[in-house]
């Protein structure tokens, strides 16, 4: 079956506009997360969604960042008035739920530069 | 002091090695750790998972945990030039809430 997609594969935007990037979870997967990857960073986890309710945002880099879940699946990961140090690659992942038993299953990532 | 802790080499090794690598934590609320092996321009795969101590093998691969100690590990036997990517490790207490190392960059040279 299908993975985890993610798109754009690859984003170049200039400082300062907004970039939406979009997750397609597994299908039946009830849980999505949003992890920030940068060089020699490690993954950082920004929110997760349980159905289409994210219960902790607190690991949201600031308030220009946000994210949404519809309908239980798709999700998007807003980035408004972008800065440099926003440059990353955003990956998202999902679990069939949320116990420490269910597996994450992560897509291919969305690189972000801004210039 | 970072939640959990992990060498991000790069650690080269020739072909047929046995290489290990190694992750501390600091939350003994931990209690599922995983390892995820992350090819170039590829997101995270799960290689590994084990629930509380104890060793668990698969194949070439051998994960221990040590909580006593705070101390998870990963070995990789008659290591191949297809195991060179970055391996992460990763843990979570009784939710999917993981925290990750940094990664280790692992080269095995042919």
């Known amino acids: 079956g299908a993975g985890v997609s993610q798109s754009p594969s690859n984003k170049v935007t200039e400082k300062g506009k907004d970039v939406e990037l979009r997750c397609d979870p597994i299908?039946?997967?009830?849980?999505l997360y949003w992890y920030r990857q940068s060089l020699g960073q490690g993954l950082e986890f920004l929110i997760y969604?349980?159905?289409?309710?994210?219960?902790?945002k607190s690991g949201l880099p600031s308030d220009r960042f946000s994210a949404e879940r519809t309908g239980g699946s798709v999700s998007t990961l807003t980035i408004q008035r972008t800065q440099q140090e926003d440059s990353a690659v955003y990956l998202c992942?999902?679990?069939?739920?949320?116990?420490?038993?269910?597996?994450?299953?992560f897509g291919p990532g969305t690189r972000l530069t801004v210039l | 002091q970072k939640e959990v802790e992990q060498d991000p080499g790069p650690l080269s090794v020739p072909e047929g090695a046995i290489v290990s690598l190694n992750c501390t934590y600091s939350?003994?609320?931990?209690?599922?750790f995983m390892w995820y092996r992350q090819y170039s321009r590829k997101g995270p795969e799960l290689l590994m998972y084990t629930y509380s101590s104890g060793n668990k093998e698969d194949g070439r691969f051998t994960a221990q945990v040590d909580k006593s100690s705070k101390y998870i590990s990963l070995f990789i036997r008659d290591s191949q030039p297809s195991d060179s990517a970055t391996y992460l490790c990763a843990m979570s207490a009784w939710n999917n809430d993981m925290r990750f190392g940094a990664g280790t960059r692992l080269t095995v040279k042919p």
């Open positions: 299908s039946g997967h009830t849980a």
């Open positions: 992942a999902s679990s069939l739920g949320i116990s420490g038993t269910d597996t994450q299953y």
């Open positions: 939350n003994s609320a931990f209690q599922y």
């Open positions: 969604f349980q159905g289409n309710s994210a219960p902790d």
